[in-house]
C-alpha cells in the first residue's frame, strides 16, 4: 500500500473518531432497561411453564417476579425520576402475563384472540347505530308534527279568546240577552283550555316542561356528577318530575355497616373480614387470619376433593371454569383429609356461610379471578395490603372485632383465593395477592385467605 493511500486511511480514522457521539439521555437508558426487563420476564414466564408441564408441577413464577421487581425498580432509581414512565410495575406486569398467559392457553389447544371477529362485532354495531339513528330522525320529525298543531291550536284559542271579549263588552248593556252567549263564551274557554291542558300535557309525558327538571327518562343531559356526586345512576321521580339521587354516591366502596362493603363501580357486595392479629380463630368464619384449602387430599391415592357432598354441589355450581377438585371421594379413596392450618374446604365454608344468611342473604359465593381484581388498589401496592381502605380500616387487631363498625376492616396482605381453575393445569386455581396485587396460581390443596361476594 503506497503512503498516500495510508495516509488517506489514517485521515478517515481520524475524522471518523472526531464525530460527536450521539447524547444517550436518562430516559433514553431507562427505557431501554424497561425493554430488556420486560422481554426477559416474558421469556422467563413462558420457561416456568414449559418446565411444569414436563415437570408435572406448578410454574414457578415467583423467581421471574421477584427478578422483574428487583430490575425495574432499579432502572427507575438509576434514572432519578426520567423515564418516559414511573411506578408502572404492576400494569406492566399485568399485561405481559395476561398475554403470555393467552399464548400457552393457545398452544395448549386453545384460540388466540381474533381482532377480525372484533372487527365484524363493531361494524355490525355501527349498522345498528345508523338504523337507530334513522329512526330517531322519524321520531324528531312525528313530534315535530305534533309541536305544529299544537301551535295552531294555540292561534285557533287565542282568537276565540279575542271573539269572547267583543261579545262581554257588546252584553253590558243587554245582561238577560247576552246570558246565553257567555255561556257558549265559556264553553269556548273550557275548550280552549283543555285542549292547551292536552297541548302541555304535564308531569309524565315524557318531555322536560316548565317548572320540571326532568320527565320519565328524560333528564335533560343531567347525570349524579352534575348534581354534585362522584358517581351513580340519576332518575326521575315520576309523580314530582324531579331528580331522583338515591342510586347517587360520593365514593367506590361503601361499608354498609352489616359486615359487608358495596362497589358503587360494580354493583358487588363484599364480606368484610376483623380481627386480623396473626391468631387464627376457627370459629369466627370473618376472622382475618384464617386459612383454608380450595380442595382438600383423598386419603388413599391422593386427588382433591371435597369433604361433603354440599361442599361438592357449591364448587360444581359456583367454579369458574373446569370442576377439577370438587368431587367427593370413593369409598375406596377414603376421607377428603384438609389438615391444618387450613379449617376446611373455601367451598364447605361457603357452605356454612349461606346456612347462617349473613347480612340477610344466602346467595354468597367465590368471586372469579377477574372479579377478585376489582377491589386492587395498584396505587396502594406497596407495602400493601392493596386494597382500599373500606378493606383495611385505621386499625385491625385484636380489638377489631365489631363487623359493623367501618372503621374495623382487615384484608391480610397475602394470596387470597379465587373460583377460576387455572385452564393448562386444572389441579391450580387463580389467587390474587393484596400485598401487591399480583395475580398467579397455586394448588388447589394448598393453603389461602378468601372473601365471599355476591
Excluded at 398475554?99 to 355501527?126: M, R
Aim: a negative charge; glycine letters at 10%.
Amino acid at each position: 500500500m503506497g503512503r498516500i493511500a495510508r495516509g488517506m486511511i489514517g485521515l478517515a480514522v481520524i475524522g471518523w473518531w472526531s464525530l460527536p457521539a450521539l447524547a444517550v439521555t436518562p430516559a433514553d437508558k431507562c427505557l431501554g432497561d424497561k425493554l430488556k426487563r420486560a422481554g426477559l420476564f416474558d421469556l422467563c414466564r413462558l420457561k416456568a411453564s414449559a418446565r411444569a408441564l414436563k415437570d408435572g408441577l406448578p410454574p414457578a413464577h415467583d423467581t421471574c417476579d421477584a427478578k422483574l421487581i428487583d430490575k425495574w425498580q432499579a432502572a427507575e432509581a438509576r434514572a432519578g425520576g426520567q423515564c418516559p414512565t414511573n411506578g408502572d410495575l404492576g400494569s406492566v406486569r399485568a399485561f405481559i402475563v395476561e398475554h403470555s398467559d393467552a399464548l400457552t392457553a393457545a398452544l395448549a389447544g386453545g384460540a388466540l384472540p381474533s381482532c377480525p371477529v372484533d372487527l365484524s362485532s363493531c361494524q355490525a354495531n355501527l349498522d345498528a347505530c345508523e338504523t337507530n339513528s334513522e329512526q330517531l330522525a322519524a321520531a324528531c320529525q312525528q313530534r315535530a308534527d305534533q309541536l305544529a298543531a299544537c301551535n295552531q291550536d294555540l292561534s285557533t284559542c287565542g282568537a276565540s279568546l279575542s271573539s269572547c271579549d267583543a261579545d262581554r263588552t257588546a252584553c253590558d248593556d243587554a245582561l238577560g240577552i247576552c246570558t246565553a252567549d257567555l255561556a257558549q263564551s265559556d264553553l269556548e274557554l273550557a275548550t280552549c283550555a283543555a285542549d292547551l291542558a292536552a297541548c302541555r300535557a304535564g308531569c309524565g309525558d315524557g318531555v322536560v316542561g316548565a317548572g320540571e327538571q326532568c320527565d320519565r327518562n328524560d333528564l335533560g343531559g343531567a347525570t349524579c356528577v352534575s348534581q354534585g356526586f362522584a358517581g351513580g345512576t340519576l332518575a326521575c321521580d315520576p309523580t314530582t318530575c324531579a331528580f331522583d339521587t338515591a342510586a347517587c354516591w360520593n365514593a367506590h366502596f361503601t361499608d354498609q355497616g352489616d359486615g359487608t362493603v358495596i362497589d358503587h363501580h360494580t354493583g358487588l357486595m363484599w364480606e368484610k373480614k376483623v380481627s386480623h392479629d396473626n391468631t387464627v380463630v376457627a370459629g369466627n368464619r370473618h376472622d382475618g387470619d384464617n386459612t383454608y384449602r380450595w380442595a382438600g387430599t383423598c386419603a388413599v391415592g391422593g386427588g382433591d376433593c371435597q369433604p361433603s357432598a354440599a361442599a361438592s354441589a357449591a364448587c360444581s355450581a359456583g367454579v369458574d371454569g373446569a370442576d377439577k377438585g370438587c368431587a367427593v371421594c370413593t369409598p375406596a379413596q377414603g376421607a377428603c383429609v384438609v389438615g391444618a392450618p387450613a379449617i376446611t374446604t373455601v367451598w364447605k365454608w361457603l357452605v356454612d356461610l349461606n346456612a347462617v344468611a349473613f347480612a340477610g342473604h344466602s346467595d354468597w359465593r367465590m368471586p372469579s379471578r377477574a372479579e377478585l381484581q376489582t377491589i386492587v388498589d395498584y396505587a396502594d401496592a406497596v407495602p400493601g395490603p392493596a386494597v382500599d381502605t373500606a378493606f383495611r380500616g385505621p386499625f385491625c387487631g385484636a380489638s377489631c372485632a365489631d363487623l359493623t363498625d367501618p372503621t374495623c376492616s382487615c384484608t391480610a396482605p397475602a394470596s387470597y383465593w379465587s373460583a377460576t381453575t387455572y385452564a393448562p393445569l386444572m389441579t391450580n386455581a387463580w389467587y390474587v395477592n393484596f400485598y401487591d396485587g399480583f395475580v398467579n396460581v397455586r394448588a388447589k390443596n394448598q393453603e389461602g385467605y378468601l372473601r365471599a361476594v355476591r
